[in-house]
């Protein structure tokens, strides 16, 4: 699903990715971040969530910025704690203090609700 073919939830949410006027909550909650990947000279990022099917992928084009934060290096993957995406911007914060914000032009989520 393209992020901008979604109808999203409109409710001035603010946090850490700032004021939205939309904002959308993907439900990730307690799977792991198996594999994140950038194609620095494409712009591309692709971040892979372990499912208990098999892995997911959350994939971005037209990267502008990327932020993260690993909060335990070299440790195994924690649980994502929440997902966030809004127009143009994914945070994924992480339990026990990690967190992944990115700007990008395009961003898709895979279908999980």
């Known amino acids: ?3 901008s073919e979604t109808s999203d939830v409109r409710n001035g949410a603010s946090g850490a990715l700032g004021s939205l006027s939309t904002l959308r909550l993907v439900d990730f909650h307690g799977l792991p971040i198996t594999r994140l990947t950038v194609d620095w000279a ?3 990022l692709t971040i ?3 499912a208990g099917d098999g892995e997911v992928a959350i994939r971005s084009s037209g ?3 990327l932020s993260v934060v690993w909060a335990v290096p070299g440790a195994p ?3 994502i704690s929440r997902v966030d ?3 143009e911007k994914l945070n994924i914060e992480i339990q026990g203090g990690g967190h992944i914000s990115i700007e990008a032009s395009s961003i898709e989520m895979p279908d999980r609700h």
Do not use: F, T, Y
Request: zero cysteines.
């Open 48 to 50: 892979d969530i372990g």
């Open 85 to 87: 995406v809004g127009h």
């Open 63 to 65: 990267l502008r910025r």
């Open 77 to 79: 993957s924690q649980p």
């Open 1 to 3: 699903m393209r992020l």
């Open 42 to 44: 494409a712009g591309v």
